[in-house]
């Protein structure tokens, strides 16, 4: 995970890697609504069409949230999903801010990882 912030705007990356194909993927970043917080885009490494994306506000977040369509594959690989917003001027704490990743390889195996934002 990785923050790019200037005084008025913010970059939260999430790296993710894996070591096999996945059949299934849906990578969910939460952007606390702190210091007037607005949503000014996302993008992600992999190929655009092999993804549904959506970023609505629910409750206290921003969630931006990629889902792997159907019959498509995730190659094994380092992959970056990142949103982009604008706050209010100065210093933003990215404590409220997580992401969880759901994921399901050609073998069957699911995997679930979590975490947040809050070291920068």
């Given at each position: 995970m990785k923050v790019r912030s200037t005084a008025y705007w913010e970059q939260n990356d999430l790296a993710l890697r894996?070591?096999?194909?996945?059949t299934a993927l849906t990578v969910e970043?939460?952007?606390a609504l702190t210091g007037s917080v607005q949503q000014t885009g996302s993008w992600r490494t992999l190929p655009s069409d092999d993804f549904?994306?959506?970023i609505q506000q629910t409750g206290h977040s921003l969630v931006y949230r990629w889902v792997l369509k159907a019959g498509r594959t995730v190659s094994p690989g380092q992959?970056?999903?990142a949103v982009q917003f604008n706050h209010a001027t100065g210093t933003r704490s990215a404590a409220g801010d997580n992401y969880r990743v759901?994921?399901?390889g050609q073998a069957g195996g699911a995997v679930s990882v979590w975490g947040g934002f809050a070291g920068r």
């Open positions: 894996n070591a096999g194909p996945l970043v939460h952007v549904s994306v959506t992959h970056v999903f759901d994921a399901q």
